[in-house]
């Protein structure tokens, strides 16, 4: 027998591995054959076990250290597995320590070896990763998802242009959040979960880029409500010359402008423009090249700091109106504008009344009492927020068609197919 071959000394046959009992001369015992010879000497009384050999379980029991059980000094002296300080009951041999009887029990399971459902739980987590406790993937996916976001929407909004290579990376943050997250586990559920994560992003950062564009060239702050205090006299004067300037255009009277280009910041094409004007715009516009119309759409981008596929035709045909009007203005002509009072929708005091408007409007002013200039507050705050409202509603469509629009072009499905496959396979680990 080679040193450090555990024989049993009853049967002869190997312990290794097995549930096994040892006394202080090094000798080893199987479990099951002690408790034999335990219950054989008890049978036969009197009679002592053979020389040189340990014999029952008594006899080895009582030369067996604690420290040589296997459990160490909380062992069990029924077969020397470990046992909890205060427990009286071996759970794997059903040794009592008190009576210092044996009562019948399953033997226990080796705690090393891998059982069949074991082995289902490890294919199980395997497929699954994190699936029982997905929690922490989505909180590392949507960590990094929420970087790629601003990732992707600050370089869209800087260069006016969607790198479509910049989806990948967003991609392949989500995978790395996610896997993060997961704690190295993978499989399928980790991997969807990161795909999910990466769609929303890339959606996100489109979303962000557009808002940003649409902001600044409509203002976004100015869609917000105003407060009756944020109501300031240049407001209030504004709205008492609207109302002097509705009734001179009421009673049949001409304003004079000081800048007759108001008509035109006002105006909208084709409704608003005199018909002359409109005539001539489209007559210019069926004889431009598709160079000239791309010279004029990239004029209108750069203008407004926004992509020329942004600008459509109708924006080149106004553009193309006012030039018209400004021309024949400089000219000396008088324009028909269909409606006179077009300018109200854009005047603001003092700078865009006449000296007679002006006057009157604060003579007006100064000449109510405190409660009608505080029902003047009320009413121009009400009126502000109303066309706010609306005037926001229309900041929401844009920024959703711009966003829709975001999407029309067959690479951007592309890319983004892409930065989902990415997105599965670094957390998958696939």
């Known amino acids: 027998m080679s040193q450090g071959e555990k024989i049993c000394v009853h049967c002869g046959k190997s312990c ?48 067996l250290d604690a420290k040589d059980m296997i459990g160490g000094e909380h062992s069990c002296q029924g077969c020397g597995y470990p046992m909890e300080d205060d427990a009286m009951v071996c759970l794997h041999c059903g040794f009592n320590r008190e009576s210092g009887r044996q009562y019948g029990t399953k033997v226990g399971r080796d705690p090393n070896k891998v059982t069949a459902g074991g082995k289902a739980l490890g294919a199980g987590a395997k497929v699954g990763g994190a699936a029982a406790a997905p929690l922490f993937p989505i909180i590392g996916g949507c960590v990094a998802g929420l970087l790629g976001a601003a990732i992707w929407g ?19 943050l989500c995978g ?28 996100l950062g489109k979303y962000m880029a557009v808002t940003w564009t649409v ?18 006299e240049s407001l209030i004067l504004t709205r008492v010359a609207d109302d002097i300037s509705r009734d001179f255009l009421d009673a049949g009277r001409d304003i004079d402008w000081p800048n007759p280009e108001i008509f035109i910041a006002a105006a909208e094409f084709p409704d608003d423009f005199p018909d002359d004007v409109v005539d001539d715009t489209f007559e210019i516009w069926d004889e431009m090249t598709l160079g000239d119309k791309f010279e004029y759409r990239s004029m209108i981008a750069g203008e407004f700091d926004i992509r020329p596929r942004d600008v459509d035709d109708e924006w080149i045909r106004e553009t193309i109106a006012a030039e018209l009007c400004l021309v ?6 008088t324009l ?51 066309l706010r409202d609306r005037d926001g509603e229309f900041g929401k469509a844009i920024v959703k068609e711009g966003f829709i629009e975001s999407y029309s072009h067959p690479l951007e499905i592309l890319f983004a197919f892409l930065a989902i496959g990415a997105a599965y396979k670094v957390a998958a680990y696939e």
């Open 154 to 172: 600050g370089i869209a909004y800087q260069f006016n242009v969607e790198f479509g290579w910049i989806a990948v990376i967003v991609g392949l």
């Open 336 to 386: 028909a504008w269909s409606d006179p009072y077009l300018p109200l929708n854009v005047s603001s005091w003092p700078s865009d009344y006449p000296d007679s408007i002006r006057s009157q409007a604060t003579a007006r002013w100064d000449a109510m009492d405190v409660n009608e200039q505080q029902d003047l507050r009320v009413s121009v705050m009400e009126e502000h927020n109303m």
């Open 328 to 333: 024949r203005l400089d000219a000396g002509e």
């Open 16 to 63: 290794a591995g097995q549930a096994r009992v040892k006394d202080s001369s090094g000798n080893y015992a199987h479990t099951a054959c002690a408790e034999q010879r335990s219950g054989d000497a008890s049978k036969s009384r009197g009679r002592t076990a053979a020389s040189g050999e340990a014999g029952t379980m008594a006899a080895i029991l009582s030369d």
């Open 176 to 203: 790395i959040g996610t896997g993060f997250g997961a704690r190295g586990e993978g499989g399928t559920v980790v991997g969807v979960i990161a795909a999910v994560i990466a769609i929303g992003s890339i959606a």
């Open 215 to 232: 902001n600044d060239i409509f203002g976004m702050d100015e869609f917000s409500q105003i407060s009756l205090g944020e109501v300031d």
